[in-house]
Structure formats: C-alpha cells, structure tokens
C-alpha cells in the first residue's frame, strides 16, 4: 500500500493540464457493449478505468488501452457477466446492466454494495428496466436479468434524477424497439457526453442534458469513436488546491461551461478565477478567504463531488460556513480527519458548520473515500508541519498523476510505500 508524505506551506506556481473524465468514460467505456468497435480517446488512467476494462476483458472483449486511447473489439463468445469481486471494487460496474440487456438481452451482475458515502440502491435502476421489458429477479447477491426478445420502448418518470440510472437507461434504449422517454432523468454534463458517444455510432438521442430525454431505437450501432470531455470535478479540486495553499495557476482543458456554479462560489469567496479562452483559466488567491454556504444539488446546482474539497478551503477561510449536503445521507467522512488536522467543523445531520481556524497542523491522516481524500490532500498543502495521507488507493481511482501534477506547481509532495497493512 501506499501514502502520501505533505509538506505543506509551499504556494503553487505553474500550469497543470485537466485529464479526461472518470464520470464520462466509465459510462461510455461500457457503451461498447452496445457495438462491434470502439475507439475512445482522452481516458484517464486510473484504478476506475482499469477495472472498468477488467470487467470488459472478463466478459471477453479484445481492449488495447495506451496513452490514453481505448480500442475495444467484441469478439466471439461474450459472457454476459459481472463478477462480485470486479463489482465490489466500483459500483459503476452496475452500468454494464442497461448495454447488456439490450444487445445480448440476458445480465448476471452482482448487486453493488454499499460504499463510504451512503447505501447507494439501484432500485431505480431495476424499476425502469423492467419498465422497458426486462424480467429481473435477485438470486443470491446477483441481479438475474432476462428479455424475452427484444426490450420494449416505454415512458420512465425517475423518482430522483439518478446519473448512473439515466446512463443505464439511455444505454438499454437505445437498441429497443421503439420510442422511450425518460423524464426527470439527470442531467449532468457526463450524460451529455455519453449521448453524444452513442450519436456518432448512429443512436438516436435527444434532449440529453435536460431532464426528458426522447431515445429512438435502432437495430444496430455502428463504429462508436469519440473523444472524453475533460475531468470537471479534478478541475473542481485544482481551484481547491490553489485555494488552500495559494499561489498563481493556470489550468488548461477547463471545461468553465459545467463549472460555472463552483467558480462563482469559489469566486464569493475571494479567489480570482480569470477565463483566459474557452479552455483556460488563470486561478489566484490574493488574500485569506472569506467564508461562503453550499448546498449540494444536482447539475447544474453545486456538485456534490466537490463538497469534501470545499470544505477543505472553508476550513481556513474566516467567519463560519455553512455546507448542505443533499445528495448523499454520508458524505462527511473526511470532517473526522480534517478535525485532526486541526480544523473547527462540527456537523448537525446533513450539515456541516465549518468555523474558520489561522492554521493548520499537519498529522497522519486516512482517506475514507475518493473527494474525502482530494480534500485531505487540500489541507495538507496548507497545513504546517508534515501530512501523511494512508490509504491513497481511494484516490488513485479518481485522479491521473495527482501528486506529478502537483509536483509541477511545486507542491512539497511524494507517495510511498507504507509499512502499514493498508
Ligand atoms: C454518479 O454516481 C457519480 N459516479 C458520483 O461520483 C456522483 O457523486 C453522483 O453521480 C451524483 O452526481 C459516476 O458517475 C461513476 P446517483 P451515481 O444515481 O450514478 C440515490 C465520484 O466521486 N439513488 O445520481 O451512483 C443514491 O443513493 C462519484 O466520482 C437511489 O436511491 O449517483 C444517491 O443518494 C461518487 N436509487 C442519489 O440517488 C437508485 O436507483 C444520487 O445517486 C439510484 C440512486
């Protein structure tokens, strides 16, 4: 296993290049099962990605993944499994449910557990899928999902707009027959990227990225090749970044248009964030932060993927903030560990009431969750003294090259081997 060691203090001066998205690869990285051939270009390599190809490879497609280019071939005799023990390590592996059932017309996929920030139920995933013909049955931890001949175009009103629920269902109906329309579907950016995927191997999709989404379906995809949007929620945290340890950065691949609701908060807060084109802002902080509120909401609200490093910068902002969090019924884990650091946050239900302190303390510190680790990361740059973040394979899984990036903006930071068996 491995650690990070922060030596924090250091300002970051530099430029630092957005990766590719985690949130719009895995769904478009399982999209292959839809068709023959796919070439994905500007994925992120990381522990997300690999066990998405993993899962991929175990069914028995042929993958070649290189410098961030992804061939994917379907080969012969495809098992339309996924395995407990891929699923466990990245719920999104429930995603391979919607594209199997609608091109192989039968799934085995374990259920997903649970994980750090909540209970995390596919129910309804389930709900619609059976909406659109699906006979789905659970047998032992697994998901038993059948289609007699063909799914069946419906129209599907989610409960909630569920990102990954929205994903499987464009995914399933777009090889159904018919017309299906989902309503109150999410409308996150990634979907937005995912439907486009799908467009250019001939699926036909409209309304992707408001909340009805009218999919028609078609007897087969073609060729699938698109390129990934850049990371927003990595160019969410490098603004965080800058935020608690200070500095000048420039950053390049900035998708502005997804993150207009983090800049202007960032921005409520004193930091100075200046477009300088469509793909490039300069981000600076000036002087000590003012406190600010956030509530998370879904797109375009404030993401609930950037609450942990928000909070991180709120820690030593000056006044009290007050940070909501409505997506997720536990997605405090990183308050325990930035309190030893020294921080004044105390939580009331989903809210956190976060006093700001002058300063941080460095102290050995453990990831519980991917952004949980992102904001421990925050803080360490800030905090005096050393940080020692355990358990950074939570952030391995979400972030390319985190501490090389941060290296390059003169961050005092370095992964080793821990002795520790975790
Ligand atoms: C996606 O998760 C993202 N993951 C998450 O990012 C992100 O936090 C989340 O969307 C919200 O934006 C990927 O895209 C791989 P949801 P997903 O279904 O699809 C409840 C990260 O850090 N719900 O919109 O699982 C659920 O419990 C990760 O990159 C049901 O109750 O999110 C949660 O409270 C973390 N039943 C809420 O909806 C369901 O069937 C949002 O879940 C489905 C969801």
């Not at 659109?132 to 038993?144: P, R, S, T």
């Not at 289609?147 to 990954?164: H, Q, S, Y």
């Not at 969090?325 to 884990?333: D, L, T």
Request: glycine fraction near 8%; charged fraction near 25%.
């Amino acid at each position: 296993m491995h650690k990070f060691i922060i030596r924090g203090g250091n300002q970051l001066k530099g430029k630092v290049k957005i990766s590719g998205s985690k949130n719009a690869s895995l769904p478009i990285i399982f999209s292959s099962i839809l068709t023959s051939q796919t070439e994905i270009g500007n994925v992120p390599l990381l522990r997300d990605t690999k066990t998405a190809i993993s899962l991929l490879k175990n069914m028995g497609f042929k993958a070649v993944f290189k410098d961030g280019q992804l061939s994917i071939i379907k080969e012969a005799n495809i098992k339309t499994e996924a395995d407990y023990e891929l699923v466990r390590t990245m719920r999104a592996s429930i995603l391979v449910l919607g594209p199997l059932l609608s091109k192989f017309k039968k799934a085995k996929v374990s259920l997903p557990g649970g994980c750090a920030i909540g209970a995390r139920p596919v129910n309804l995933h389930l709900k619609a899928l059976s909406k659109l013909g699906a006979e789905i049955k659970i047998d032992h931890g697994y998901i038993v999902a059948n289609v007699k001949n063909r799914l069946k175009g419906a129209e599907i009103v989610f409960d909630f707009p569920t990102v990954g629920g929205t994903e499987n269902l464009i995914m399933a109906a777009v090889l159904a027959e018919g017309k299906t329309i989902i309503k109150n579907a999410a409308k996150e950016p990634e979907i937005v990227d995912l439907a486009n995927a799908l467009k250019k191997a001939g699926a036909i999709i409209e309304g992707a990225g408001t909340d009805t989404i009218e999919i028609t379906g078609v007897e087969e995809l073609s060729k699938m090749e698109h390129t990934v949007m850049p990371d927003r929620i990595e160019a969410g945290t490098f603004i965080s970044f800058v935020a608690t340890a200070g500095g000048e950065v420039v950053i390049e691949n900035f998708p502005y248009q997804t993150l207009e609701t983090v800049v202007k908060k960032f921005q409520e807060t004193g930091m100075k964030i200046e477009r300088l084109n469509s793909k490039t802002v300069k981000v600076k902080k000036n002087n000590p932060l003012q406190g600010t509120d956030i509530t998370t909401q879904v797109y375009p609200g404030f993401p609930t993927d950037m609450q942990a490093q928000f909070m991180a910068t709120m820690c030593l902002a000056e006044e009290v903030s007050i940070i909501k969090e409505n997506i997720f019924e536990n997605r405090f884990q990183h308050v325990l560990e930035l309190q030893r650091l020294g921080s004044n946050i105390t939580i009331d239900g989903n809210t956190a009431i976060v006093k700001g302190v002058k300063k941080l303390i460095g102290a050995k510190v453990m990831a519980t969750d991917l952004r949980a680790s992102a904001s421990l990361v925050a803080a360490g740059l800030a905090a005096e003294n050393t940080t020692e973040i355990y358990r950074i394979y939570h952030l391995e899984r979400g972030y390319e090259n985190l501490e090389k990036k941060l290296q390059q903006l003169g961050a005092n930071i370095e992964k080793r081997r821990t002795e520790q068996p975790y």
